[in-house]
């Protein structure tokens, strides 16, 4: 017969529960009657953050639109469940409430008609999200550590690697300084929480 070889391999046992997704965080989202300021809250969880370009076109930063996204909006259409008064609407704020490990920015550069957005959005290489979070939290200062840019049905990668940016378009990669990859018409953004 054929001769067994002895297994190297070890299993070890892990629960699954343990894994945790680096990019999974949750988000509180609270609407307010507007008649009996009965607050409805629901926590879910959340991958990345949609952010609409606001401000003036040249002069846009990514704490524009993260304050903008955490900003109370009226609710008109909204039904209150305590005063059953659906005339009254209500407004609603969205807020982080456990941050992630790795925070993920989609930068939304389409208009309502489709067009592109072209301008450039100012953002921070360490950024401190404590005022678009709930409560206090541990750890709200993050590092950029990636930024994803779409140009012309093209996707580039700048990522930083112990301390280098590095710009990466389908087999090409090339060192970049700091000024490079902050200039880059960002579509994605994705910050490190730090230690």
């Excluded at 046992?13 to 997704?21: A, D, E, F, T």
């Excluded at 989609?106 to 921070?124: C, G, W």
């Excluded at 950029?144 to 580039?156: A, N, R, T």
Aim: charged share 25%; glycine share 4%; net charge positive.
């Amino acid at each position: 017969g054929m001769l067994k070889r002895p297994s190297t391999s070890k299993v070890i046992p892990m629960s699954y529960k343990s894994l945790r997704n680096p990019l999974v965080g949750s988000l509180l989202n609270v609407v307010t009657c507007n008649s009996c300021t009965y607050k409805s809250t629901i926590i879910h969880e959340f991958t990345n953050l949609t952010l609409e370009m606001k401000g003036k076109e040249d002069k846009i930063s990514l704490e524009d639109c993260l304050q903008n996204y955490t900003t109370e909006v009226e609710v008109p259409d909204w039904r209150c469940g305590v005063c059953d008064n659906d005339a009254v609407g209500g407004k609603k704020t969205v807020m982080i409430s456990a941050p992630p490990k790795v925070l993920c920015l989609h930068i939304n550069r389409l208009t309502s008609d489709q067009r592109k957005i072209e301008a450039h959005v100012k953002f921070p290489i360490e950024m401190n999200i404590k005022p678009f979070c709930s409560k206090e939290n541990a750890s709200t200062i993050y590092q950029l550590s990636s930024i994803i840019e779409h140009i012309g049905g093209h996707y580039l990668n700048f990522n930083k690697c112990r301390g280098t940016w590095y710009k990466v378009s389908d087999d090409h990669v090339n060192e970049v300084s700091d000024t490079v990859a902050k200039m880059s018409q960002a579509y994605m953004l994705f910050y490190e929480q730090k230690k």
